[in-house]
């Protein structure tokens, strides 16, 4: 399976930087895809973001999610903190952890994942993973907190991933805080 990836983010209103941030890597069909909101917004939180995203470029092609969390968590150490959401794909098989405050939506297979408690840089104590089994057709949606998860499948249909990310923040944004949508369809 491919997993086809778009995403679209947005400072929040007034500001030029947006302290959220968006990773995605395709390597030997492992694709992992990630959204990070550091707290607060403006140029110290895109800061944050940033080391982040250096973690994340850095990394082994073969780190587990939890891995990759524990890095985040250790690299972020110093800074304002973040929230996150990591998901790794391989052979049809998604494997996630979200700490804070970063939605995962799902139009297709459902995902049991609960968020873990925490900031990343600051307090992590038990992250929860979760691990599920995809379908071709599947769609997933990444928030960030600065768009709302309370929305309407039906509004994205027949709309591809840069279509619906358009869609989703065109109707869901929250202009008072940085905000990210991300897309990523299965297909075969």
Same mark, same amino acid.
């Given at each position: 399976? !491919?997993?086809?990836?778009?995403? #679209? ?25 990630? $959204?990070?909101? &550091? ?5 110290? +939180?895109?800061?944050?973001? @940033?080391?982040?995203?250096? +973690?994340? &470029?850095?990394?082994?092609? =073969? ?10 968590? =250790?690299? #972020?150490?110093? =800074? ?21 405050? $970063? ?5 297709? =297979? ?40 309370? %929305?309407?499948?039906?509004? #994205?249909?027949?709309?591809?991933? !840069?279509? @619906? ?20 369809? %299965?297909?075969?």
């Amino acid at each position: 399976m !491919k997993v086809s990836i778009d995403y #679209l983010i947005i400072p929040k209103d007034g500001e030029q930087q947006s302290g959220d941030a968006v990773f995605t890597r395709r390597i030997d069909g492992v694709d992992l895809f990630v $959204v990070i909101d &550091a707290l607060g917004h403006g140029d110290r +939180a895109a800061e944050t973001s @940033a080391v982040g995203l250096d +973690a994340l &470029a850095e990394s082994s092609p =073969t780190a587990s999610v939890s891995e990759l969390i524990d890095l985040l968590h =250790t690299r #972020l150490r110093g =800074t304002r903190g973040a929230a996150a959401m990591v998901c790794v794909c391989k052979d049809g098989k998604l494997e996630g952890c979200s700490v804070g405050n $970063v939605e995962l939506l799902s139009l297709g =297979t459902r995902i049991p994942w609960v968020p873990s408690p925490g900031i990343l840089g600051a307090s992590l104590r038990r992250t929860r993973l979760f691990e599920v089994q995809l379908t071709p057709g599947d769609r997933l949606i990444l928030l960030s907190d600065g768009v709302s998860p309370r %929305i309407d499948p039906s509004a #994205l249909r027949g709309q591809n991933a !840069k279509e @619906a990310c358009r869609t989703l923040m065109s109707k869901y944004r929250r202009p008072h805080d940085d905000a990210t949508v991300m897309v990523a369809d %299965i297909e075969p």
